[in-house]
């Protein structure tokens, strides 16, 4: 298996900008979770899925954040607009409800000028 | 709800010196508990996990992590330290028994190998 894919994986934009960040999750996994890490906050959870539901979007920072699963292969993670402190890497992982692990993509580094 | 407490931001060994890294966990009920590495420019690696099993578990890259309930503790150590062990560690607790439950992480722990 591919593992998680991410992209892009790297991201540059001004302030303002629509930013579509995409995750294809491990082929036969039922959860999918964004997290976003910084330097200051370390790592944090977004959003979860189950089942291309979203279960706890609580750690979504704001309404310029929301997250979609429209197919049980592909989420994505919009920011609109974008502002300087969204500059962070942005994870996605996803788990089989089989097991309690969750596996990781390598990241999008998101930067806001 | 669960927390995760990693005592030390950064741990300096010396390449062949025993690494410990500490962690210990606040849970409501029976924990599932995870030891996650990052290197550099990449996503994190599960490393090791415990699930209510053996409480001393062997993980990848020769490390393992002893669960101590009267402790609330996750330690995670390696008896010889390698310069490619150098990277972030993070644990992190979830809610089980139901598998790829949300895990909550704890601040990281940043590992230097000295040669």
């Known amino acids: 298996d591919a593992g998680v894919i991410q992209s892009p994986r790297h991201e540059v934009t001004e302030m303002g900008q629509e930013v579509t960040l995409r995750c294809k999750p491990i082929?036969?996994?039922?959860?999918l979770f964004w997290y976003r890490q910084t330097m200051m906050r370390g790592l944090e959870l977004l959003i979860y899925?189950?089942?291309?539901?979203?279960?706890?979007d609580s750690g979504m920072p704001e309404d310029r954040f929301s997250a979609k699963m429209p197919n049980a292969s592909f989420s994505t993670l919009k920011i609109q607009p974008s502002e300087p402190r969204d500059s962070a890497v942005y994870f996605c992982?996803?788990?089989?409800?089989?097991?309690?692990?969750?596996?990781f993509g390598p990241g999008t580094r998101l930067t806001v000028t | 709800a669960q927390s995760v407490t990693q005592l030390g931001s950064h741990v300096s060994v010396s390449e062949g010196a025993l690494v410990l890294l500490r962690c210990n966990y606040s849970?409501?009920?029976?924990?599932?508990l995870f030891w996650y590495v990052q290197y550099p420019n990449q996503g994190l690696q599960l490393l090791l996990k415990y699930t209510s099993a053996a409480t001393l578990v062997k993980g990848i890259n020769g490390f393992e992590a002893e669960f101590k309930k009267s402790e609330t503790s996750f330690h995670l150590t390696k008896p010889s330290a390698h310069m490619s062990d150098a990277a972030e560690y993070f644990c992190?607790?979830?809610?089980?028994?139901?598998?790829?439950?949300?895990?909550?992480f704890g601040q990281g722990t940043r590992l230097t190998i000295n040669p």
């Open positions: 849970s409501s009920v029976p924990p599932y």
């Open positions: 899925f189950n089942n291309n539901v979203p279960i706890d």
């Open positions: 992190a607790v979830s809610e089980g028994p139901q598998g790829a439950q949300k895990l909550v």
């Open positions: 992982a996803s788990g089989s409800s089989a097991g309690n692990e969750q596996y």
């Open positions: 082929s036969g996994h039922d959860y």
